[in-house]
């Protein structure tokens, strides 16, 4: 019968390696089961990591021995959605016709593909209002990557203003 302690080293800082449990007993020629954990900080950059395990026999500390593996570690950054922008600027002509609308400028910092998909719209007029058309929907697309929005305004107001509310996933 032989104990002996566990021990897991990562060869990048911050990163840590853990046993669990960090000490085993076997009998001669048995074997004995432990877990590792890594765990790895949020915001690391990928990059290769070694972890080293090491059993030390706890009645003779030279008796020993180590095994590594190396492995990349791969982060998925979130896509960038700073320079997100309507595929149209402006609904014009305002002739209550029914314009598609997506979402560009969005990239991924790590080059994956991106889906967009429409999670809310709103507009600065009433759907209903004096001089618009009464035509409804106005704007419709939810749960899609395009919005679909009425070119049409208030006859008495300014123009119409559209937000398109969206998720970007890698």
Known sequence: TATYNLQ????????????????VTVNGGATATTSLTITVPAG?????VTVTI??????NSAIFNSASARFALVTNRP???????PTIASLWPVDHRM???????????????????????TQS???EAT?????????SGEGTATAH?????????????YVIEFTAED
């Open 44 to 48: 690391t950059t990928a990059q290769d």
């Open 131 to 139: 001089g618009d058309g009464n035509t409804c929907p106005d704007a």
């Open 99 to 121: 314009v598609d609308v997506g979402v560009t400028g969005i990239t991924d910092p790590d080059g994956d593909t991106v889906s967009v998909r429409i999670t809310g719209i």
């Open 8 to 23: 897991a080293t990562s060869s990048v800082a911050g990163i840590t390696a853990t046993l669990s449990p960090s000490s």
């Open 149 to 161: 929005l009425r070119a049409e305004r208030s006859g008495g107001g300014t123009g119409r203003l």
């Open 79 to 85: 896509p960038d959605v700073a320079a997100a922008a």
């Open 125 to 127: 007029e009433p759907v």
């Open 54 to 59: 090491t059993a030390t026999n706890t009645a």
